[in-house]
């Protein structure tokens, strides 16, 4: 009985989801705010919305992520490693967006899994040569944050990210590897 509630439930926030999503007169910025609500009071767990984004289009998965990372922002323990393993694998979608909520998350929850960061640090390298300077700053922010937290990457990552904010360009973009560097530093 157990097992039907919960296929009930998932049935009824994956409708409510498509619902949301696919209405026109409420704006993104809306979307994501009512979505992330839900991960935060409880009423949307993280997995349920993985599920349901995992199936979607572009613009849905990237307005979901998104939700998960204005929750994680707010919460970072809205996030457990099943979170962590999408936001991961999605970093290597086509979408620019996609690309850059994924790496926020990351950023956000790093601190959460230093020790699971492997593939996560492996894919947001890769995005810091991506041509769309929002991807590269986030994929600087969750790096910048993967190196605050000094584990057994620090050695290997610091100077990798020297080599990279000497290449890069856009004064935003840089301004995050440094600020990240100089903390690591002190």
């Not at 409420?26 to 009071?41: A, F, P, R, Y």
């Not at 991961?88 to 929850?109: C, D, F, H, Q, Y």
């Not at 991506?130 to 000094?150: M, Y």
Request: charged share 25%.
């Amino acid at each position: 009985m157990q097992t039907l509630k919960n296929l009930t439930i998932l049935n009824f926030m994956n409708h409510t989801l498509q619902e949301l999503l696919a209405d026109k007169s409420i704006k993104t910025k809306e979307k994501v705010e009512t979505i992330s609500t839900w991960l935060l009071d409880g009423s949307l767990p993280s997995d349920e919305l993985l599920a349901f984004a995992d199936g979607s289009k572009d613009a849905h998965n990237a307005t979901c992520i998104e939700a998960l990372e204005f929750a994680t922002r707010q919460n970072p323990q809205v996030a457990d490693e099943e979170v962590l393993a999408y936001v991961t694998k999605t970093l290597t979608e086509k979408a620019p967006r996609i690309k850059w909520e994924s790496a926020k998350v990351i950023g956000n929850m790093a601190h959460l899994f230093p020790t699971k960061l492997d593939t996560s640090i492996a894919h947001l390298l890769t995005n810091t040569e991506h041509e769309g300077t929002v991807v590269r700053w986030a994929a600087a922010f969750a790096l910048g944050e993967i190196l605050k937290l000094k584990t057994k990457h620090h050695r290997d990552l610091l100077p990798t990210l020297e080599a990279i904010c000497l290449r890069e360009q856009n004064n935003g973009v840089k301004k995050k590897y440094l600020d990240a560097i100089k903390k690591t530093k002190k």
